[in-house]
């Protein structure tokens, strides 16, 4: 037997899965506290002492490899010239490379905007601004701001390619860690992220991975790889696209739940699917990663309820409203707290199944009739994902919830809001063994054990007779 060792270090848990490569299955998984705050050996020990638990001892893996989105995940400023052109490719770039986006700026950075970027301490910053050959005085006068600024964290510099080795020598010069890319937008309406993002990952692997502290573990694994987030989107385009002569699953759409965030994964064209559709906009990447940062089940479960009503929170779990405000107060205050009785599982569901389909609205594109010369014209904004025909769930309340398949059908295209473009008539599956990050991190060395593995993890869900009557009433 030949096998891998995947390693998650988490904000909450070490988690691990022992993966056999010739007869490409899950042996078994183990888990243990993130201690990546304090000394991350200890979480590490722990998961290994709980994976061999159930082996019964562990073998000698051929890759032992690691993602991580413990430490408050890689934090991430972009810059760019104008908030919907190269500010917004940055802005997709860094969500790409799986990061916490904590600001975005455009235009010329001001003394408010400087004082903004050192309290908000990023991992990395990524500098972008003008088209090659186009705008450079704002690019230049914000990598100059740069310069000046008593900030640590590497600068990836994506952006005109006229003064790219210029900036790049200007802030080498201040003592800063800079990384030239191609620029994320060389010419206008054209996006150029992969460059970035790839630049992204390497800073992430030489320097953040020693910055969060999870290098003290380096003789317990080969390599970490990239962010976790980068990993889940590894998995969901190896499962859309396929490896080797093995086919994937075609256009898809992964939502990941956690407590802090919602994250929505898009592999898809998502071109107008309706004749006469004319868009509006950047052109979208292929493989999309939007991060809705006020929908996590328990840090921002607040948001939640306000973002979708008490009152469809209470209508969608049977419970009180008095009864919804009781809970959301005890789930707010523990954090880590899982669900007990009866009605904090109702309370639960309906906080998942609002954060699923707030954030896929978020996700999905919009189309609006506007009226011109020539008469009404249907525009879309965003990716049209109505043709996507596989959704899949990842992440705690899925894969362990009572209800899946209720929760993920809040995913699909709701004939009330018309002008959502989210998918019409999808299959729903979950991962149930959460080997999706896994899997991404497998690709570049296995890729076809990865895609059978991440396919192996993946179990239909429906709604049953039961449910459906509960939906109808």
């Known amino acids: 037997m030949t096998a891998a060792l995947l390693i998650d270090f988490g904000s909450t848990y070490t988690k691990l899965r022992a993966v056999d490569l010739e007869r490409p299955r899950l042996l078994a998984t183990g888990q243990g506290p993130s201690t990546v705050a304090t000394d991350v050996t200890v979480g590490m020990d722990l998961a290994l002492a709980d994976l061999e638990r159930h082996l019964g001892r562990l073998p000698a893996f051929r890759h032992r490899l690691a993602s991580s989105s413990a430490a408050g995940g890689l934090k991430m400023v972009t810059i760019g010239l104008v908030r919907e052109l190269t500010a917004e490719a940055a802005r997709q770039a860094?969500?790409?490379?799986?990061?916490?986006?904590?600001?975005?700026?455009?235009?010329?950075?001001?003394?408010?905007?400087?004082?903004?970027?050192?309290?908000?301490?990023?991992?990395?910053?990524?500098?972008?601004?003008?088209?090659?050959?186009?705008?450079?005085?704002?690019?230049?006068?914000?990598?100059?701001?740069?310069?000046?600024?008593d900030l640590a964290c590497p600068i990836v510099l994506a952006g005109n390619r006229d003064v790219g080795e210029e900036l790049a020598g200007l802030l080498a010069a201040a003592g800063k860690t800079v990384r030239l890319a191609d620029n994320v937008m060389p010419n206008f309406g054209e996006l150029n992220i992969d460059p970035a993002r790839a630049a992204i990952r390497q800073v992430f692997i030489d320097?953040?991975?020693?910055?969060?502290?999870?290098?003290?573990?380096?003789?317990?694994?080969?390599?970490?790889?990239?962010?976790?987030?980068?990993?889940?989107?590894?998995?969901?385009?190896?499962?859309?696209?396929?490896?080797?002569?093995?086919?994937?699953?075609?256009?898809?759409?992964?939502?990941?739940?956690?407590?802090?965030t919602t994250d929505v994964h898009s592999v898809a064209d998502g071109a107008p699917s309706r004749e006469g559709v004319v868009t509006h906009g950047l052109p979208e990447p292929r493989v999309k990663r939007t991060v809705e940062g006020d929908l996590g089940m328990r840090h921002n479960a607040a948001a939640i309820v306000e973002a979708i009503g008490p009152d469809a929170v209470a209508r969608r779990s049977g419970l009180g409203a008095a009864t919804v405000d009781r809970l959301l107060k005890a789930f707010s205050a523990d954090v880590e707290r899982l669900p007990a009785t009866p009605e904090e599982t109702a309370f639960d569901e309906a906080l998942a199944w609002a954060a699923v389909r707030i954030a896929v609205e978020r996700h999905a594109g919009?189309?609006?009739?506007?009226?011109?010369?020539?008469?009404?014209?249907?525009?879309?904004?965003?990716?049209?994902?109505?043709?996507?025909?596989?959704?899949?769930?990842?992440?705690?309340?899925?894969?362990?919830?009572?209800?899946?398949?209720?929760?993920?059908?809040?995913?699909?295209?709701?004939?009330?809001?018309?002008?959502?473009?989210?998918?019409?008539?999808?299959?729903?599956?979950?991962?149930?063994?959460?080997?999706?990050?896994?899997?991404?991190?497998?690709?570049?060395?296995?890729?076809?054990?990865?895609?059978?593995?991440?396919?192996?993890?993946?179990?239909?869900v429906g709604i049953d007779d039961h449910e459906q009557a509960r939906r109808k009433n």
Not at 115 to 139: C, E, M, S, Y
Not at 215 to 229: E, G, N, Q
Not at 415 to 435: F, Q
Not at 444 to 458: N, T
């Open 94 to 149: 860094a969500l790409g490379a799986g990061a916490k986006l904590v600001g975005t700026f455009a235009y010329r950075l001001t003394p408010a905007d400087e004082a903004r970027i050192l309290g908000l301490a990023p991992d990395i910053v990524l500098l972008a601004g003008g088209t090659d050959g186009g705008n450079a005085d704002v690019i230049r006068h914000n990598g100059a701001r740069l310069a000046a600024l």
């Open 366 to 460: 919009l189309t609006r009739i506007m009226q011109t010369v020539q008469g009404p014209v249907v525009v879309q904004t965003g990716k049209d994902l109505s043709a996507v025909k596989t959704v899949i769930g990842t992440g705690g309340p899925l894969a362990h919830g009572a209800t899946p398949a209720s929760v993920l059908e809040a995913a699909r295209a709701d004939p009330a809001r018309p002008m959502s473009l989210r998918p019409t008539t999808p299959r729903l599956l979950v991962d149930h063994d959460y080997m999706l990050y896994a899997a991404g991190l497998l690709a570049g060395v296995e890729p076809e054990a990865a895609l059978a593995l991440a396919l192996g993890s993946l179990k239909p």
């Open 207 to 260: 320097r953040i991975v020693h910055a969060k502290g999870i290098d003290r573990a380096a003789s317990r694994f080969d390599a970490v790889l990239m962010p976790t987030p980068a990993a889940v989107m590894e998995g969901a385009r190896l499962l859309a696209d396929g490896a080797g002569d093995k086919t994937g699953l075609g256009e898809l759409l992964v939502v990941d739940i956690g407590g802090a």
